[in-house]
């Protein structure tokens, strides 16, 4: 080759290889992240921040100390991290490798019965939400989407009226809960007892395409049930709540009349298990004129409603998060305060309200620039 001097070309090899191992990285991250298996240590040693325990917000962790708890957690051994965890669900999300720690957290915090909760506690809640021994099968159109409005139809019934929902089917009921709040008890194994069963009442019923009105719902069939290997029907599709409010409208566009509002955006916990639906808060905002103010707790650096923490032993956490919470809201400027989840609207919204702050769901917002009054 002419002109192309031995060492120009084992500069651009050295580049190339450089460059090559650099690109491998990023789609082996890539992949990674969009992977949906259980937990995963073998990207553990390479992890330069152990960023599931140093980016916790309860936790205070260097991350030597960190890495050391790391690796007794990897070896199914007990640690500190176990009992101060408030099973927020974040560090599934801070893992850059997408290898669901929390899967690990929650498996151990019931082998060492970390948070010591109440036998008849525990047991009053996993008998409570029981699914039934039959299943009422009801009268459906296969072919059209159902609603499932979960085990708690009557608490978010004034949520579920108007236009947006008087003319779905539904399903509702134990038969179709999903059980993931026992990762708050810490009882993973409650939940993948009763897997099965939700599953194949679904089946029974016909049901293809399901809106989830529960985030925790939808996180259930898109990311709980793939990363334990627990077979969904074939031509079953969840849908995202705020996918079918999109796309509602989109549908009504010309029916909307936009807000003006500024909104604290509350995320759930079950969010963090399907952190890729967050984009629909966004576009939803944009169609009916609401700004979700940038603030500090948002986002991936959103704050847990704290709902679970009394239970856990952590009452003391409730107020100075909440009050902390709150007040990044007031700081930004925002109007209102919105929630996906019903639990965290009932658990923070007093608080919200007392400050002078309106607290709606999202679909809420949706209604109102759809034109509805909702009276309350």
Known sequence: MVGISYNFLKHVFVKLKTF?????????????????????????????????????????????????EKEKMNNREDSFVLKECVTCFACDEYCPYNSHPFDLITELQEKYNSYNIHPKMIGTAISTYKPHDQLRLKE???????????????????????????????????????????????KDSVIRERAPI??????????KEMIC????????YTSYCPRNNIELPKDFKPIHIYEYLYNYLKDHQAEIKKLGMKMAYQ?????????????WVDKICDLIG??????????ENALCCS????????????????????????DHGA?????TCPQCKETLGSNVESKGLKSYLLSDLCRMALGEELGF
């Open 267 to 279: 995320r759930s916990c079950s969010n963090r298990f399907i952190p890729e639906t967050d984009k």
């Open 307 to 330: 709902a679970g923490f009394a239970v856990l032993g952590k009452a003391n956490l409730v107020g100075p998060t909440q009050n902390r919470n709150v007040k990044d809201m007031l």
């Open 213 to 220: 009105f529960h985030e925790e719902c939808y996180g259930f």
């Open 140 to 186: 459906i159109d296969p072919e059209k989407p159902v609603l499932n409005k979960c085990a708690f139809p009557k608490q978010n019934a004034k949520n579920m009226e108007g236009p947006l929902f008087e003319n779905l089917q539904y399903v509702s009921g134990l038969s179709y809960f999903c059980n993931l709040l026992y990762h708050h008890l810490a």
């Open 20 to 68: 090559s191992k650099y690109f491998n990285h990023k789609l082996l991250i890539l992949k990674l992240k969009n992977d949906k298996k259980m937990f995963d240590k073998s990207h553990c040693s390479e992890c330069e921040n152990i960023d599931c325990l140093t980016r916790c917000q309860w936790i205070d962790i260097d991350k030597d100390t960190a890495r050391i």
């Open 335 to 339: 109007e209102v305060c919105v929630f």
């Open 290 to 299: 609401v700004e979700r103010v940038a603030r500090e707790y948002d986002r």
């Open 198 to 207: 939700i599953i194949d009442n679904i089946r029974k019923q016909g049901i």
